[in-house]
């Protein structure tokens, strides 16, 4: 019986301890890294929205999917282009979209998924 005191004593600031540090561990939180860009471009950025039946508009303009073609190209002052896809589009029409606009244009063109991406 003469452990028995000591013993409890120590189990008992053993699990006060562990129950204490607990918030701490779950607070801790890993911040996210995004890749950095490798330069600016010049210009300023341009929105760029596909809706559903293959309607696009650039900047809030409506615009045919020829004629964002030969703007992308052709345009040498644009900067950053955002890809905004449309909620109903599959990913994999979101996926080809992205990768025709990035064939064409010859600045970075980033998806920018509202509020955190697809659900």
Same mark, same amino acid.
């Given at each position: 019986?003469?452990?028995?005191?000591?013993?409890?004593? $120590?189990?008992? #600031?053993?699990?006060?301890? $562990? =129950?204490?540090? #607990?918030? !701490?561990?779950?607070?801790?939180?890993?911040?996210?890294?995004?890749?950095?860009?490798?330069?600016?471009? !010049?210009?300023?950025?341009?929105?760029?929205?596909?809706?559903?039946?293959?309607?696009?508009?650039?900047?809030? @303009?409506?615009?045919?999917?020829?004629?964002?073609?030969?703007?992308?190209?052709? @345009?040498?002052?644009?900067? #950053?282009?955002?890809?905004?896809?449309? $909620?109903?589009?599959?990913?994999?029409?979101?996926?080809?979209?992205?990768?025709?606009?990035?064939?064409?244009?010859?600045?970075? =063109? !980033?998806? @920018?998924?509202?509020?955190?991406?697809?659900?």
């Amino acid at each position: 019986m003469s452990y028995a005191v000591p013993s409890l004593v $120590a189990l008992t #600031l053993l699990v006060c301890g $562990a =129950v204490a540090s #607990l918030p !701490v561990v779950v607070m801790r939180t890993i911040p996210k890294s995004q890749p950095p860009l490798l330069e600016q471009p !010049v210009g300023s950025p341009h929105w760029i929205v596909e809706a559903p039946d293959d309607h696009w508009f650039v900047d809030g @303009d409506p615009i045919s999917r020829l004629d964002l073609a030969n703007r992308l190209s052709q @345009d040498g002052e644009q900067g #950053l282009q955002h890809f905004l896809p449309s $909620a109903s589009l599959s990913m994999g029409q979101v996926k080809r979209s992205l990768q025709w606009l990035r064939s064409l244009s010859p600045h970075p =063109v !980033v998806l @920018d998924l509202p509020e955190g991406g697809p659900s």
